[in-house]
C-alpha cells in the first residue's frame, strides 16, 4: 500500500482555496459530526483547547471513520501543536506525524531560523530529524505502507503562524524557507503584539493583516487565516488567502444555543464572544 495522499497540500499548492473549521471542543465524537459536514479542512487544537496527544489521537481516527463514510466529502485534519520550536517542539511534532497527522499548524514562529526548526522536526534524514519510529506509528499503519520512511517527506504540510510584530518583520523569509507550505495570520496574537489587543478590527492591524497576505503569495506560498465574521473571511479570501477558518465548533454551540433559548426566552443570556 502507498501512503496516503495529503490532498490538503495539493490543493493549496495547485491554488484552491481551502474553507476550514475550528474543532475546539477537543471531543471525537463532535469532531466525527462537523468532519462530515463538507469542510475542506478541520483545524484539531493542541495550543488553546483541551487536548493532548491522546484525545488528538482520538479525534483523527473519528475523521477518518467520516471520511471512510464520505468520500470525497470528507475533511482533511490540520493539528496545531502547542509549540513547535526547541527540543519540546521537535519532541511534540514527532508524536503527532507519528499518530497520522500530515499537516501541522505551528504557533508563534518569529523568524526563519525557528521555522527551519519546525520543518526538520517535521522530515526524516536526512532533510530532518524526525526521529525513525515508524515501526510503531499509526502514521505507517505499523508498517503496511512499505515505503512510509520514504514517502512522508513529501506528504507532510508544514503551516508556520506569523502572529507578532517581530513575524512580520521577518515574514518575507519566513515564507521562503525551503519546506513550509503555508502562513497562517493569527489576527488575535497579532492584534495584541500591534498594541491594539482585543481588537483585530484596528485599521494598522488590518492593513497589516494585507501586507502580510500579499507577501506570503509573492513568496509562492499559501495564505492562511481565522475569520469569524462573513465581511472578514470574504475580505481575506478575495486578498488571496487560500485556507481560511470561516467559523468554531465552540462559536457555532455557543450561538446556536442561544438561538434556540431566545425562541422561549427573550434576551435570555449574556453576550457571546466577539468574531472577526
Keep these: 500500500m502507498q501512503t496516503p495522499r495529503n490532498t490538503f497540500k495539493q490543493a493549496m499548492a495547485e491554488g484552491r482555496t481551502q474553507i476550514g473549521l ?12 462537523i468532519a462530515g459536514i463538507g469542510y475542506d479542512w478541520l483545524l484539531l487544537d493542541g495550543e488553546h483547547a483541551p487536548n493532548d496527544v491522546r484525545s488528538v489521537l482520538a479525534q483523527l481516527q473519528a475523521v477518518a471513520s467520516a471520511q471512510q463514510a464520505l468520500g470525497d466529502a470528507r475533511s482533511h485534519p490540520v493539528v496545531r501543536v502547542p509549540l513547535g520550536t526547541g ?5 511534540i511534532i514527532k508524536q503527532y506525524l507519528d499518530l497520522g497527522a500530515q499537516t501541522i499548524l505551528v504557533p508563534m514562529v518569529d523568524t526563519p531560523e525557528q521555522a527551519a526548526q519546525v520543518v526538520a522536526a517535521a522530515r526524516y534524514a536526512p532533510a530532518g530529524v524526525r526521529g525513525m519510529g515508524n515501526a510503531l506509528a499509526r502514521a505507517s499503519r505499523w508498517q503496511a505502507y512499505p515505503s512510509y520512511v520514504h514517502e512522508a517527506n513529501e506528504q507532510v504540510c508544514v503551516l508556520v503562524q506569523a502572529e507578532t510584530v517581530t513575524a512580520m518583520q521577518h515574514l518575507d523569509a519566513i515564507a521562503a524557507t525551503p519546506g513550509v507550505d503555508g502562513v497562517f495570520i ?3 496574537d497579532l492584534s495584541a503584539s500591534m498594541g491594539h489587543p482585543g481588537n483585530p478590527m484596528h485599521a494598522d492591524v488590518q492593513a497589516a493583516i494585507e501586507d502580510g497576505i500579499a507577501r506570503i503569495l509573492k513568496a509562492g506560498k499559501a495564505p492562511g487565516i481565522l475569520a469569524t465574521s462573513e465581511p472578514q473571511a470574504r475580505k481575506w479570501l478575495a486578498a488571496g488567502a487560500r485556507f481560511v477558518a470561516v467559523g468554531a465548533d465552540t462559536m457555532l454551540l455557543d450561538s446556536g444555543a442561544r438561538q434556540l433559548l431566545a425562541l422561549y426566552k427573550g434576551g435570555a443570556g ?7
Design 270 to 276: 449574556v453576550a457571546g464572544p466577539s468574531s472577526y
Design 22 to 33: 475550528w474543532a475546539a471542543l477537543a471531543d471525537a465524537y463532535s469532531t466525527e459530526l
Design 186 to 188: 493569527g489576527p488575535a
Design 87 to 91: 527540543e519540546a517542539g521537535t519532541a
